[in-house]
């Protein structure tokens, strides 16, 4: 088979909201062919591979600005990134707006940084802006537990892809190819992280299939 499926308890939709049982049907090139949810409970299928947590679209973090003369140390740690979770990171260093990649083992590179018109739902953490989103998103939580997960997971993948210029990078949907990751060990009763949740990749998006 030249794609792969995979299942979890919930995933974030377009609209930023967690829908349960869903299989996703996604290339060997990262490209996504077809999402859908069972309505009830999941039912094993074929050749699908179930995990348990949430599917989401990788992050992309480009929230709120670094403090000055930090970009060199975010540099020399950009893999962290990544490995957590960032397919896009808003890097001021990088020379042009457009997505550059840097290597296969990093994130896209976009030149440009902004604040969040919600900052009660991602606020500006001003010199922990530099930690990979994925721990800013723990620690915001953390701190205020009224945050509602979806929203906070939603601002830092649909919305945040959608001011790059570049909603693909953001959405799990067929023709996207954003990446997916798994949010694992988390509270599924009550929508909580946890201090055991982490992220694991699933499938890397192909640098060809995000360029083209």
């Not at 915001?140 to 570049?166: P, Q």
């Not at 949740?197 to 499938?203: D, R």
Request: aromatic content about 10%; glycine content about 4%; proline content about 8%.
């Amino acid at each position: 088979m030249n794609y792969d499926k995979f299942a979890a308890h919930y995933i974030l939709s377009p609209e930023g909201q967690l829908i349960k049982w869903p299989v996703i049907t996604i290339r060997k090139d990262g490209v996504i062919l077809e999402v859908k949810n069972h309505n009830t409970a999941f039912r094993e299928e074929h050749g699908v591979m179930f995990y348990s947590g949430i599917l989401l679209p990788a992050f992309i973090d480009i929230w709120w600005k670094y403090p000055q003369n930090i970009e060199k140390d975010i540099a020399t740690n950009i893999s962290d990134h990544f490995n957590m979770g960032t397919l896009l990171l808003g890097f001021p260093h990088s020379p042009q707006k457009s997505p550059t990649f840097p290597n296969t083992n990093g994130p896209i590179l976009f030149n440009q940084r902004f604040p969040y018109s919600h900052p009660e739902i991602f606020p500006d953490l001003t010199t922990d802006n530099t930690l990979p989103i994925f721990k800013r998103i723990k620690k915001i939580l953390r701190k205020n537990k009224n945050i509602e997960l979806h929203k906070i997971l939603a601002a830092a993948t649909s919305e945040a892809a959608i001011i790059t210029n570049h909603p693909e990078l953001g959405r799990l949907e067929a023709g996207c190819s954003p990446g997916l990751i798994l949010l694992q060990n988390a509270d599924l009763v009550n929508f909580k992280m946890t201090p055991q949740t982490t992220i694991k990749w699933l499938m890397y998006p192909s640098i060809k299939s995000l360029i083209e």
